[in-house]
C-alpha cells in the first residue's frame, strides 16, 4: 500500500518498520505471552509520537496524516496496519483509529479525549459486541435511557479489544428504538471489566458489564440521525485494517515459506523444484494478490468516502477472511512436522489471522452483505 512515488510515506513506511522490528520482534511476543501483558503503555506513547493516532485526526484537532488530509491518512494507516502484521505486533491501534474514526466525525465535547488519544495518554475501544450474538452493530441489546443529569446505561458488551486497558469506552446502545453512541469512562461506578481468553498470543479481550452506569448530556457521540453513519464509517475502518493486516502476515509467511522450499533438500533437489509444490506456491500467490487487491481497492474506497465503500470492504472482508487462513494452514503443511512445532513462529501469524476471520462480520455475514447490497443497487 506504499505509494513509491511519495518520499515522505516511504520515509514514513520505513520508520514504522524499523520502530517494530527493534521493540516488538516475535521472541518479544512469546515474552508478552509468557508474562499475560498485552502492550507496554510507554511503548504506545512512542508508537503515537511517531504519528499513528493522528492519521484520521484533522489537522485542526491536532492530527495530520503523510500523504495529507483525512483521506490520505486512511491509507496511511493501512500502511501502519500492514507493517504492524509484519511481526504480529501488540497494541491498541485498531480500536484506538476505531473510536477515532467516529469521534472525529462528531467531535463536539469530545476534543480533551480526541487530544489524549492522539498523544497515547489514553486508550479507548469500540465496545459493540454482545454475548451470544454475531455482528450487528445497529441492534445493541444495551440500553440508554435518559435520566435528569444525562443517560443511564444497561447491559453487556464482550469482546472489546483491549477492554482492560482502555480508560474509555464507546458504547453502542439502544436508546429510544434507535441505536445512539456513548463515552462511557472504564472506571464509572457500575461498570465492571472482566479479562477474556484470546486465541492471540498477545491480543486481549473483555467483557464488561454496564450496571446502572451514570453518565452526562456530552457523552454521547453525534445526534441521532448521525449515528448509523458513524457505525458505518467505524465498521468500515476497522475491517479495512483487519484486512490490511493481515496482507502485512501473509507476505512475510508466504515469504518465508518459499524460502523454506528453496533451503530444504530432498534427493539431491530443493524441496520447491518439485512440480506438486510449484502449484501450491502458485496457488498461493494467486491468492495473495486477490487478498492485496482488494483489500487496497476497500482502503481506496474507504479514503474517498465513495459510495461504493461499504460493497468494496465487505469484498475485502469475505474474500481475506475465506482465504487467509487457509492459505497459512498450507504453509504450515509446505513446512512440513516443524511447521506444527510451538517452536516455530507459523502459529504465531496463523493465530492472528483466525481471530480476524471472525471479528466484525464473517466472511459469510459479509457474503450476504454483498448480496443486499447489489440487490439494493439493482432496484434503484
Known sequence: ????????????????QSFLEKEVPLSRMRQMHDEGTSFDPQWWRRAAELGWTSLLVPEEFGGGSVSGGVSGGVKDLALVAEIAGKTVA??????????????????????????????GELV??????????????????????????????????????AGADSGMLLVTA????????????????????????????????ARVQFDGVEVGETAVVGSAELTEALIERQSQIAIVLQCAEIIGILDTVLAFTIQWGFDRHSFGRPLGSYQALKHKFADLKIWFEGCRATTNAAAAEVAARSPGAAMAVSVAKSYVGEHAPGMLQLCIQLHGGIGVTW??????????????????????????????????????
Request: hydrophobic letters at 40%.
Open 174 to 205: 439502544q436508546f429510544d428504538g434507535h441505536p445512539r453512541q456513548f463515552l462511557v469512562p472504564a472506571d464509572a461506578s457500575g461498570v465492571r471489566v472482566q479479562s477474556q481468553r484470546s486465541i492471540d498470543m498477545v491480543k486481549s479481550y
Open 90 to 119: 501488540p497494541g491498541p491501534l485498531h480500536p484506538v483509529s476505531t473510536v477515532l474514526a467516529g469521534l472525529v466525525e462528531a467531535p463536539e465535547g469530545h476534543e480533551d479525549t480526541i487530544e489524549a488519544l492522539i498523544a
Open 1 to 16: 500500500m506504499t505509494d513509491s512515488a511519495n518520499p515522505e510515506v516511504l520515509l514514513f513506511a520505513s520508520t514504522t
Open 343 to 380: 517452536e516455530h513462529d507459523l502459529h504465531l501469524f496463523l493465530r492472528r489471522v483466525t481471530l480476524y476471520r471472525s471479528l466484525f462480520g464473517t466472511p459469510e455475514d459479509h457474503n450476504l452483505r454483498v448480496y443486499s447490497l447489489t440487490e439494493v443497487g439493482q432496484a434503484s
Open 124 to 161: 479507548a475501544s469500540w465496545a459493540v459486541y454482545e454475548p451470544g450474538r454475531p455482528w450487528a452493530p445497529l441492534t445493541p441489546s444495551v440500553t440508554a435511557t435518559q435520566t435528569g443529569a444525562g443517560f443511564r446505561i444497561d447491559g453487556v458488551k464482550d469482546r472489546v479489544e
